[in-house]
């Protein structure tokens, strides 16, 4: 695919190689030997230290442990999506807390890369959408239709199919306004460019379609974000899957101002979607597992522009 050559080179995706540097691990968990009480599991494992923004947590409810579909005696985390179950359902619509670790928490971080694996069964049905964990930062409002200043969010979805995307909250100061760097993908004939769509008052969808997830197998998700410096200064937004670069994203304003930076894990899953058409036709789950954020980076070459 040939590039374009004008200013609006914003979003890249990627399928070669990558140049590493290797930084420091902040926090991990990868399983647990036995069974445990979830809420133990999330406060000493996870760092939840309240429980600001969370639903969906414990045994009568949609998250707990279980076995490992694919490796019996290790127990990963489990989300049930009971039928019919959707973003605004009552219990067992899924499950979403914040992770706040104190390493990253008692420094001031811009740039860090979240990983994590992935297992849908065969079970699962992908209907119109949903949401799956990402990095956060600032209060603990950027998500559900709140557009905040204070705050941002790079949850990842999986759409109709299994497509995958960057599903993000970030400030609406872009250059030179949300409207102006919004239309220039919304309102686009070239099909790469509408891998790119902005709602004013939802999330900004990134590189939808850049990789597909599968029924059972356990994929590999790997976030990285830099939050700009300064307030009219670009950030960037970085995913691989199974080890490929798929999605980089650069010149987007990540924050319109520099009190706040990376707090943490925003661990987040559930069908939807506002409404009953994005529900689970039937009870479903997933399995999460080997969660790590780190200091690592990586430069994304012989990149592949999509818009």
């Not at 409404?275 to 689970?280: C, L, N, R, V």
């Amino acid at each position: 695919m040939a590039f374009l050559t004008n200013t609006f080179q914003t979003f890249w995706i990627a399928f070669l190689s990558t140049h590493l540097t290797y930084g420091a691990t902040l926090w991990s968990w990868s399983h647990e030997s036995q069974n445990k009480d979830i809420i133990a599991v999330l406060k000493e494992g996870f760092h939840m230290t309240d429980y600001a923004g969370k639903f969906g947590l414990g045994a009568d409810d949609s998250l707990t442990l279980a076995e490992d579909p694919q490796n019996p005696g290790q127990w990963v985390l489990r989300v049930f999506y009971a039928q019919g179950s959707y973003s605004h359902s009552g219990k067992h619509r899924g499950a979403q807390f914040y992770g706040t670790p104190s390493e990253i928490t008692s420094h001031s971080y811009t740039t860090l890369t979240l990983e994590y694996e992935v297992y849908f069964p065969s079970s699962f049905s992908w209907v119109k959408g949903g949401k799956l964990p990402g990095l956060w930062g600032g209060t603990r409002d950027c998500s559900g239709g709140r557009i905040k200043e204070t705050c941002f969010s790079t949850r990842l979805m999986w759409r109709t199919e299994g497509d995958g995307e960057v599903y993000a909250y970030v400030t609406h100061s872009q250059n030179p306004d949300f409207d102006t760097w919004c239309a220039r993908y919304g309102n686009s004939s070239i099909a790469t460019y509408m891998k790119v769509y902005c709602d004013p008052t939802y999330g900004v969808e990134i590189g939808t379609g850049a990789w597909r997830f599968q029924h059972e197998r356990w994929h590999h998700i790997k976030q990285e974000v830099r939050l700009n410096a300064e307030p009219g200064q670009n950030g960037y937004i970085k995913v691989w899957v199974d080890g490929k670069a798929e999605v980089h994203v650069t010149e987007v304003r990540m924050r319109s101002n520099t009190n706040f930076d990376i707090d943490g894990l925003f661990f987040s899953t559930f069908f939807g979607g506002s409404d009953s058409t994005w529900a689970s036709p039937h009870d479903t789950y997933s399995y999460f597992r080997n969660f790590k954020i780190t200091t690592d980076t990586a430069d994304i070459s012989h990149s592949e522009l999509v818009g």
